[in-house]
C-alpha cells in the first residue's frame, strides 16, 4: 500500500513538474519533491540489495529472505523510468545527479531498468529454488545491473 501512495506521489508531482505545453517553468520546489521521492525509492532498492548481500555472507542463508528481496528489487526496477517524468532533471533550485542523458536516450534508459529487474528474478529464482551458490552467483548480477545505469545516466561525483 505505501509503494502504490508514493508512486502515486511520484506521478502526481510529475505532473505538476511538467505543467501543460507552454505552460511557466516548473516550480523548483516541486521538481526538488520528485526528485527526493525518487531518492527514497533508490534508498530502498539499496537496502534491498544490501540485505541480500548480507544473507548471502551467511554460512547459512535465509533464500526466503533473499527471495523477498529480490522481488523487491524486480518490483522497483520495473518503475524507475516513472519516477523521472520530464522536467525533473538537473536545473537551478534542484539537487539531483540525474543527467539530461536520461531523457534523450529513453529507450537506452528503460532497457538499462529492465536489465535490472532481470537479475533480481533470476535471485529470486535461484533463491526460490535453494540452491545457494546459485543464488550467489545470480546476486553478483545486481551490482553491475546498477552500475550499467549509474555509469551513463547518473552524475559522477
Known amino acids: 500500500m505505501r509503494r502504490t501512495a508514493i508512486l502515486v506521489g511520484i506521478s502526481t508531482l510529475g505532473a505538476l513538474v511538467l505543467g501543460q505545453p507552454g505552460a511557466a ?8 519533491k520528485v526528485v527526493d521521492a525518487r531518492v527514497a525509492k533508490y534508498k530502498q532498492l539499496g537496502k ?3 540485505a ?18 529480490a522481488r523487491a528489487i524486480e518490483a522497483l526496477a520495473r518503475q524507475i523510468p516513472g519516477w523521472f517524468p520530464r ?5 537551478q533550485g534542484v539537487k539531483t545527479e540525474a543527467l539530461p ?18 537479475a533480481a528474478r533470476q535471485v529470486a529464482a ?3 529454488s535453494g540452491n545457494i551458490d546459485a543464488t550467489r552467483t545470480a546476486a553478483n548480477r545486481i551490482g553491475p545491473a546498477c552500475k550499467a545505469c549509474h555509469d551513463t545516466f547518473r552524475e559522477k561525483k
Do not use: Y
Not at 541480500?52 to 528481496?69: H, M, T
Not at 522536467?87 to 536545473?91: L, R
Open 101 to 118: 542523458v536520461i531523457w534523450q536516450q529513453t529507450p537506452t534508459f528503460r532497457q538499462r531498468a529492465a536489465g535490472l529487474a532481470g
Open 48 to 50: 534491498a540489495n544490501k
Open 126 to 128: 535461484a533463491a526460490a
Open 52 to 69: 541480500i548481500r548480507d544473507d548471502l555472507g551467511e554460512a547459512q542463508p535465509n533464500l526466503a529472505n533473499v527471495q523477498a528481496n
Open 87 to 91: 522536467g525533473s532533471g538537473q536545473q
Open 25 to 32: 517553468a516548473p516550480n523548483p520546489a516541486a521538481v526538488q
